[in-house]
């Protein structure tokens, strides 16, 4: 009985909304038809539609700034708004970490330039994280280079839990 | 030839005895200290290229090891010299040597992309841990027992349908003959299972005994264009003799099911870790590490959903100032992120959008005026083709003169520093700038002719895009400027140098005669205030009063993406620039970057699913996980032209009622019947002759190229109209004139 009441709950919120959707005063008209139907000009616009070029009228706008959302989406949206400020925070971080990242080159969105300059003499890097492996170093250096075969000394460390990816049998 | 030189110290391995009867509350642990000196020698032959591995690898190595065991780290574990008291006063805190030698020989003739789905590999290894020899032994000359590991793997794959769903079987069996010296052999030495060594369903360490064999069968699928998965089942045991052993009776067996990322493609980002589930011995185990990254994924798109919801949300009123607005940043991974993974899981949460999808009532472009048109004047778009005689030379001559650069010497001012491919910036004879972007090496024509291509079909639908033209030039006419600079992978500038320029020029497509073919872009005139969103608005700009996902420029144009495959219509590859003309200084919209188009990825031919799918398409993944990979892709049925300078792009499995570019664009997602009808408008003016005009301003080398490009556009073209503007209808007709 409980979940019918809360089914029919569900359907009714639903039928509002959509009967909000319906009302829904968005601009309509006819759907375009075949035929050469000119594009709008509205009064006050540049004299430059004759032309091929871009224009530099001021554009058609609105009177004010428009919301990407209906009133009627607003209100039924702000619950999940409220209930998802505390991530805001995290997600704005994200983006300007991504940003940043990107600036200086760790998130590579460029083409990669030539090296015109050998190895570093002494090079680290992350390890591959296996079946229990924590996280590890990898370090070091070539040491010469003879008939393009390469000589190399490097040392490798990484911390292995005991358990850490498996389930108890 | 290597020679190595170990330390290991591991403080908490795991040790249940001997056996697959071995108790789960039998639990112990230990710890090793392993120090080995190792020489090597290698020799492989039968490769396929100079730089691919040898099919056939001969090895051979030798050297001491030393080994000493202690007791168990873990507090809340019993060592295993409590537990073990017999194992544990043969072995604690004893020092034993040996001499390890050993060879191996494998052959691998496996193939296939993206993962290997035909042939298999074979691999025979003997390895003799032997008495130490006194003059090489690290620390002691006492020696454990000797014995003699013989080891056979082999794995075979076989593969169905277009896009390879694979079956592969795997069979390891090691056997140890452990001589008659009676020495003890110590467990880190033993055939283990469990974890990484097979049965991964198992703790790490869970069986020990001298011999093993383990069978594994895996069924490997494509979830989406990135994403594939596998499903696998492992059976082994361990056993005192594996030849007298009684496999059907001591079988463990285990079940799991993991995805991860494909390299089908060349992807701007790969999904770093493995997520698996498994179960094993019948009984489910959700592992934890698949429970904590499930965990961290959701926080993370729970996150960036409130961010999504929020820039959506309300404006603010528009500053009605004059001056310039700040530079836009844009990060392209967040992009990626925010629309390919974030933005579609939160639209199934977004209840106005749901009740719009249930009434059939989806919200229109806000910018149209009573018969359904844009109301102009606009700075994103201005009518040409579809609502104005536009003559194929009008639309090759496009925004400038279509000329590229002025005959003389180029001087190089700095490397670009944006996208994927590379180039530089050029100020020819007159002083105008350019960027100058090429072709990979192997795909002749391929970039440079779909940038001029779609510069001229974007403008001729109407947007603002750059003047993009076809150039040659030698090396020698290249000058690099005094203050000339490069910018390298960390962000960090450094003075441009002959050698850089000449690196640079040795990693893109040259002409048999010297020359280099690239395209040449002019700069746009203004001040670059970066890339513009496909949704919201650009607050500091007073004339941008409308959500650009309202915009039916934006919306529409998905219609003549979809016809020349421009699935990187995305933010970052759009630029607002602040521009002055008739004494009035304002934002103009621009769409840039059209290497991508037709048949061309930036440095490739295009995959085959672009265009059908996205990159992380969960709707096709939805439908693959339930068909476990059998249900055929939108794409699998297509024809791939094998024409280096075209890439791939087809008319016969193109879908003009579900074309999808790389991933999600916000204006595209809100697009209507009436939008893309728009759309179809436009491309229903592009006449044979306007097609037959762009292939030839983008100088194919290879007439079967242009050819094939030609009779491509015109039959999606047609497609695309008749879909959309009914199927009694020819394009001509439509365009009005």
């Not at chain 2, 050993?102 to 052959?107: D, F, K, P, Q, V």
């Not at chain 2, 059907?248 to 060349?266: G, I, K, L, M, V």
């Not at chain 2, 949460?349 to 472009?365: F, N």
Request: aromatic share 10%; with cysteine.
């Amino acid at each position: 009985m409980k979940s019918m009441l809360i089914r029919s709950w569900s359907v009714a919120v639903l039928m509002v909304l959509a009967a909000g959707a319906r009302a829904d005063p968005a601009p309509v008209g006819d759907p375009p038809r075949p035929g050469p139907t000119p594009a709008s000009q509205d009064s006050g616009a540049s004299a430059s539609f004759d032309s091929l070029a871009a224009t530099s009228g001021v554009p058609w706008n609105p009177p004010h700034a428009m919301s990407p959302r209906r009133a009627w989406e607003q209100v039924v949206l702000l619950p999940g708004r409220v209930v998802s400020l505390p991530f805001t925070g995290l997600g704005a971080v994200t983006r300007h970490s991504l940003l940043y990242l990107e600036n200086r080159g760790r998130v590579p969105i460029a083409p990669q330039p030539p090296r015109t300059k050998g190895p570093p003499m002494v090079g680290f890097q992350m390890l591959g994280l296996g079946d229990r492996t924590g996280p590890g170093r990898r370090g070091g250096t070539p040491l010469a280079t003879i008939d393009g075969h390469h000589a190399h000394a490097g040392v490798l460390g990484m911390r292995r839990p005991p358990t850490c990816t498996t389930a108890p049998n | 030839m290597a020679l190595a030189y170990g330390y290991d110290w591991l403080p908490q391995e795991q040790y249940y005895g001997v056996g697959n009867s071995s108790s789960h509350d039998s639990l112990s642990d230990y710890a090793t200290q392993d120090e080995s000196v190792r020489g090597k020698f290698l020799w492989g032959w039968g490769r396929d290229s100079a730089a691919a591995p040898a099919r056939v690898v001969f090895s051979a190595w030798g050297g001491p090891r030393s080994q000493v065991m202690r007791t168990g780290r873990d507090a809340n574990q019993m060592s295993y010299d409590v537990r073990f008291p017999a194992l544990g006063s043969a072995t604690l805190d004893r020092r034993v040597e040996h001499l390890i030698y050993g060879a191996s020989l494998s052959s691998d003739w496996r193939s296939g992309h993206p993962h290997w789905s035909r042939g298999g590999r074979v691999a025979i290894w003997a390895e003799r841990y032997d008495v130490p020899i006194e003059g090489l032994a690290l620390h002691t000359s006492q020696s454990a027992g000797q014995f003699t590991r013989y080891s056979f793997e082999t794995e075979m794959g076989a593969s169905f349908m277009r896009d390879p769903r694979t079956l592969r079987l795997k069979l390891r069996l090691s056997d140890v003959d452990a001589g008659k010296d009676g020495g003890q052999m110590l467990p880190l030495d033993m055939s283990r299972l469990g974890g990484r060594d097979g049965l991964a369903g198992y703790a790490p360490g869970r069986f020990h005994d001298l011999d093993l064999m383990v069978a594994r069968l895996m069924y490997v699928f494509p979830l989406a264009r990135l994403v594939e998965a596998d499903l696998h089942t492992e059976w082994g045991a361990v056993y005192s003799d594996v030849w007298n052993g009684r496999p059907a009776e001591h079988a463990q067996e285990f079940c799991s099911a993991s995805a991860c990322a494909a390299a089908a493609t060349a992807p701007p980002w790969r999904v770093g870790r493995r997520l698996q589930s498994g179960w094993s011995a019948s009984q489910l185990h959700l592992w934890r590490g698949a429970m904590r990254d499930a965990t961290i994924i959701l926080a993370l798109l729970a996150s960036l959903a409130s961010t999504a919801s929020l820039a959506a949300g309300p404006t603010a009123s528009p500053d009605t100032s004059t001056k310039a607005p700040a530079e836009h940043p844009y990060s392209y991974a967040y992009d990626i992120l925010d629309n390919d993974l974030v933005r579609p899981v939160t639209r199934m949460l977004d209840v106005a959008w749901i009740a719009r999808k249930i009434s059939a009532h989806p919200r229109e472009a806000a910018n149209v005026d009573d018969r359904d048109q844009v109301r102009l004047p606009s700075t994103w778009w201005q009518p040409r083709i579809g609502f104005r005689a536009v003559t194929p030379e009008q639309m090759l001559a496009g925004p400038g003169p279509g000329t590229g650069p002025a005959p003389g010497r180029w001087e190089v001012s700095h490397s670009k520093d944006q996208g994927v491919t590379p180039g530089f910036q050029v100020k020819d004879s007159k002083g105008n700038k350019f960027l100058i972007k090429f072709d990979a090496p192997g795909f002749p024509d391929l970039a440079t002719s779909a940038e001029v291509i779609g510069s001229r079909v974007f403008w001729a639908a109407g947007y603002n895009v750059p003047d993009d033209a076809i150039t040659y030039f030698r090396a020698e006419d290249l000058d690099i400027a005094a203050d000339a600079t490069y910018t390298d992978a960390h962000g960090h500038k450094y003075p441009m140098t002959e050698a850089y320029l000449q690196q640079l020029l040795s990693r893109v497509e040259r002409q048999s005669d010297g020359r280099y073919r690239c395209n040449a872009s002019l700069y746009l005139e203004g001040k670059p205030l970066g890339p513009f969103e496909y949704r919201g608005r650009r607050h500091d700009d007073p004339e941008d009063r409308i959500p650009h996902e309202l915009r039916r420029e934006l919306r529409g144009l998905w219609t003549v993406c979809a016809w020349v495959n421009h699935a990187d219509s995305r933010g970052p590859n759009s630029l607002d620039m602040w521009v002055t003309e008739d004494g009035r200084s304002f934002v103009r919209h621009h769409l840039i970057d059209f290497n991508a188009i037709l048949g061309a990825g930036a440095i490739g031919p295009r995959a085959y699913p672009t265009g059908s799918e996205y990159y992380v398409d969960f709707g096709v993944m939805s439908g693959e996980v339930a068909s476990l990979g059998l249900r055929s892709f939108a794409w699998e049925p297509s024809a791939d032209p094998h024409m280096p300078s075209v890439g791939f792009i087809e008319a016969k499995t193109f879908d003009p009622g579900r074309w999808r570019p790389d991933y999600p664009n916000p204006a595209f997602d809100e697009r209507t019947e009436r939008d893309i009808r728009w759309g179809a408008r436009i491309v229903a003016g592009f006449t044979d002759a306007h097609i037959q005009a762009l292939v030839d301003a983008a100088h194919y080398s290879d007439p079967r190229a242009a050819e094939y490009v030609v009779r491509t556009l015109i039959e999606r073209r047609d497609k695309l109209v008749r879909r959309w503007l009914g199927p009694g209808v020819t394009p001509p007709v439509i365009a009005g004139r």
